[in-house]
């Protein structure tokens, strides 16, 4: 289950990752799951999600959202696409880790693109999720 509600319209790419939305309850061990939401805009509630999913030890067969936009459709990251994020900012994902509890693995293909694509350096883009993260 969702336990924070996320208010993402008209928010920007940092405030989507800055402030993923957080899950709770209980997962049976080793089950399988399909994911589905009302509407896909950067996969971020499928990526938080997922990583949820994962950590509880049960496997995510696939994701379906009613609606969605045409720049999200590719959901999975790519290799090409993370080998790209962790030659950029290879210093940068174990920071991540431990603030998000996943890895650059969980992240969308928007998502990774989004950091790649901003051309910040490592430093700016942790001062920024951490202005930007609500308590």
């Not at 509600?5 to 990752?17: E, F, I």
């Not at 993923?20 to 049976?28: A, E, L, N, T, V």
């Not at 009302?38 to 949820?52: E, I, K, M, P």
């Not at 696939?62 to 459709?73: F, N």
């Amino acid at each position: 289950m969702q336990s924070s509600k996320v208010s993402r319209t008209g928010s920007t790419g940092w405030n989507r990752l800055a402030n993923p939305p957080q899950f709770s309850g209980k997962i049976k061990d080793d089950i399988y799951a399909i994911m589905i939401d009302d509407n896909l805009t950067q996969g971020g509630t499928f990526a938080a999600l997922n990583g949820y999913i994962e950590n509880m030890g049960c496997t995510v067969l696939g994701a379906y959202a009613l609606t969605g936009r045409k720049y999200s459709a590719q959901l999975k990251l790519s290799d090409e696409t993370l080998c790209l994020l962790r030659t950029k900012y290879e210093e940068l994902e174990t920071w991540w880790t431990q603030l998000f509890k996943y890895n650059f693995e969980a992240l969308t293909e928007w998502e990774a693109r989004y950091l790649i694509n901003s051309n910040k350096s490592s430093d700016f883009i942790r001062s920024k999720i951490t202005q930007t993260k609500q308590i």
